[in-house]
């Protein structure tokens, strides 16, 4: 047991806190992790979970796994419930606290609503596996009602499936539910014909993947609609329900609504009483503190980190490791007496999405990809900077085996009620 | 479409619900299989599910995959109310009927708590992939907040686990169990030590394994013992509460229980108004047709079917398989005109239970086998079993994996709600 007196607390083990507690290793500081589940999410596979590509188990491993061989590291599974600031200790749920020298917040985002909560039990969104797998259940059992649905309005409704948001999550799942209906399932119904599956795909800006050069939002709208996606552009959606969702002056009757629309932060702001923008996050200063409290550390989507163009930082894993790796080093560098504001500076690495199984488009800035040369870029990408080699062979197993045969292994629908999922 | 006129409606895709419709292949029939869940679930292996050394889609598969190439086969996902065994029809819960000329009800078993539902919550049992992600998820949460516990007593309480009943599914749970505690969690823990985990096995009888020999019954035990499980003999368990278990005289603090002691039949007998025996299993005749309909079948853990010497035919995969494959001949027979009764015979291949991940109790009958060799003969027999090349790619892979670095795939805590789950 390490008995250094200097103590970091972590609160969540996503892509910036383990890269944090990684760049923390040999220094003379214990670190408590805490996080409310067990377990690290591998958030840019999530959508295969949803798909039934890849099985819960290949995109998740136990945080105390993970860190298992760092001494200095205790896991506690634990929900956070409040920061008692000047106190220096973290509130958990039971009444117990844990006090800190240097507390980092890295607790992420959850899907939202744009105020209109009541959408969320028709438009599920995707940031957890059990998000991933009642997506995955309400796909599947609407083919299956379908199959036993005799009348043809209500089938079609069945058979539909809209998508709210054109980011990359929203394009990623367009892609593979449309071939998973007319690849993988095709041929196992008697009464539908899964090929009829209308995939439509919503967004209320004037092109998918915004955030990509204009060339590659039409490089991937048009891959889309060759897979047979429709696109919908121009139309902000203003009703979702039962019935379906509705988008200016159209409406779409579909059974299966997915939200990948919008995202706010954890309650981290709430905790803190730290000022928040209008999605949760966190106003930190340049060196990602809080202000008024240089012991605290807010990094990744739970921040709100400025550009020099004025652009936020956008909420993808290389900014939060990016963030991690800048925190550690002021740590550092205070332990070693240094008390330099060190202000952080983003690179933007690239943009990518993929668009089914033989498509993708990658924006480096310098360098433009799209096609089969960009989805294999995509895929050894994924597969390196997956944790562990054990998933790195069962995932791209998994993968190799959908890619030859067409079938994919985690079609399971499991748990039997939508809301507790 | 097949448009033969014979129609044979299954309900169960279980292995002897399966089996009977493979028999059936290139039979003048058509088929509907219903079931209420769309997976195949690979049963002999579940227990790996709950002791994270599978993944959930490594032992489930859907159901209209497997029969996709029958296109004489439809599958409808369907929960079924009752059978109108004067129309010949069976009714689903959505109102709606399906008519028959042979019916087969392969329904299956639940686990049962011989009249003391009221232990259900406390002490799970094992039967579906809920079933073993919530035992999973209560195993490792146990871990988790022993870790965070201060009294030594509550702490202790923690890192006991309980099991009720020394059949297959108890012994390999146990043995599991230890090992998962002290190999796999070993070392990823600050606070406790998971080798001070107790694991004891309850058996109301006077051996584990009781179908066995009793030099294997002793084996076990024996082999149990030395990997650390505590063996309790002779007394039946009177209570399960949050506190723990009470066995006769004795009294055991226990977070955790599991049950692996008692099976209910599913509710094909209330259904068809049949009589049954006091654990629901219908008493069929002597060629599984249910008495005063001869077209009506019941095969699997739904019926009791009687050996010459009056002990019952066991739960076990094999005689599922054997009795689908006997209702299949008599169904072919009658189709060809032959209205003979044609009595089932049981085949009984044999008894066997892995202990842990280096010994097992086989008993052939003619031979029994104990250790390695028995461990390993079980593994092939069960990779061979599992339906699908990819499936046992997989499963062979995790198992290597485990096998070699002790470290398991599947360690994930999922879902909030243990009575949702």
Known sequence: MNQASHHVVVVGAGFGGLELTHALAGQPVRITMIDKRNHHLFQPLLYQVATTALATSEVAWPIRHLLRKRKDVTTLLA?????????????????????????????????????????????????????????????????????????PARRQALLTIAIVGGGPTGVELAGTIVELAHDTLRGEFRNIDTRQTRVVLIEA???????????LSEYASKALERLGVTVELGRAVTRCDAEGVVFGDKQLAARTILWAAGVAASPAAEWLGAKADRAGRVLVEPDLSVPG???????????????????????????????????????????????????????????????????????????????WLAWWLWGIAHIYFLIGFRNRLAVSLSWLWIYVTGQRSARLITQGDDDKA
Chains 1, 2 share one sequence.
């Open 205 to 215: 800006g004037d092109r998918i993947l915004a955030n990509f050069a204009p060339e």
């Open 79 to 151: 929900n956070v419930a409040g920061v008692d600031r000047t106190g220096k200790r973290v509130l958990l749920d039971d009444g117990s606290a844990v006090a800190y020298d240097t507390l980092v917040l890295a607790t992420g985002a959850r899907h939202a609503y744009f105020g209109h909560d009541e959408w969320e039990p028709f438009a599920p969104g995707l940031k957890t596996l059990e998000d991933a797998t009642t997506i995955r259940r309400r796909i599947l059992l609407a083919f299956e009602q379908a199959e036993r649905e005799t009348d």
């Open 293 to 371: 409290s240089r012991e605290i550390f807010v990094i990744g989507d739970a921040a709100l980190v400025l550009r020099p163009d004025g652009r936020p930082v956008p909420g993808v894993a290389p900014s939060a490791k990016q963030e991690g790796r800048h925190v550690a080093a002021t740590i550092k560098a205070r332990l070693a007496g240094d008390n330099t504001v060190r202000p952080f500076h983003y690179k933007h690495a690239g943009d990518l999405a993929t668009i089914g199984k033989r498509a993708a488009a990658i924006d480096f800035g310098w360098i433009k990809l799209t096609g």
